[in-house]
DNA sequence: TCTACACATAGATGTCAATCTATTTGATGG
DNA sequence: CCATCAAATAGATTGACATCTATGTGTAGA
């Protein structure tokens, strides 16, 4: 995963409305309009923040007659985890492994 | 860590430059003019980065002459990793307890 | 076929962010 | 005391973002 990837999936969970969107997906996939009960934004605007989610494939979604499933891309997701789990800091300064 | 505050980090993390700062500090403590001999920007830009990545308390520093040292706060960087591994997706969605 | 619902797109608006130049502050050394 | 270097601050500009209203596009059911 690039720094530019990161930087993307850092910017797309860098607002609150979407940080939500991801715990409550945490739970399970989920349909659009279970999203929209839960949050105090207009339609447009969850449609909005599930495009920039979708766009740097943090979350995966299909269609199903008139809903749109959204769920956590686990792949990205790890990706992303293990970005940041190799940031290290004052631990290890000594010459450690990792 | 409040959601707020997860959010502020994220956004302190979507910048390129302030992640390839960070990995940078990785690698142990550095001062503002080490870090800009590796970076395509001026000193005040540079300066402004490393303000917002203090105001979310994800860099310390303190000043040593005209030096000024920067290195990644642990302790904040801890509690951000703890929250990004506690969101769990596909692999965890059966009643699994982590 | 008509209506209702889920969702996306278009366009507007106000706010915020990244960057620069210019200047200021503070510390060091001659 | 003056020149120099590190860093911060001020102010301007450009571009991006979050949000809204209005509208369009499918799908489902009466």
Same mark, same amino acid.
């Given at each position: 995963m690039t720094r530019e990837e990161v930087a993307m999936i850092c910017k797309a969970m860098s607002d609150t409305n979407r940080l939500r969107i991801i715990e409550m997906l945490t739970q399970g996939e989920k349909c659009g309009c279970n999203l929209l009960e839960e949050l105090k934004v207009t339609q447009p605007t969850l449609s909005h923040h599930m495009k920039v989610l979708s766009d740097c494939n943090l979350v995966s979604s299909y269609k199903d007659g008139k809903?749109?499933?959204y769920s956590i891309n686990c792949e990205t997701?790890? $990706?992303? &985890?293990?970005?940041?789990?190799?940031?290290?800091?004052? $631990?290890? &300064?000594?010459?450690?492994?990792?």
């Amino acid at each position: 995963m690039t720094r530019e990837e990161v930087a993307m999936i850092c910017k797309a969970m860098s607002d609150t409305n979407r940080l939500r969107i991801i715990e409550m997906l945490t739970q399970g996939e989920k349909c659009g309009c279970n999203l929209l009960e839960e949050l105090k934004v207009t339609q447009p605007t969850l449609s909005h923040h599930m495009k920039v989610l979708s766009d740097c494939n943090l979350v995966s979604s299909y269609k199903d007659g008139k809903w749109q499933h959204y769920s956590i891309n686990c792949e990205t997701f790890k $990706e992303y &985890k293990d970005y940041i789990a190799g940031i290290t800091c004052c $631990e290890t &300064k000594k010459g450690a492994l990792l």
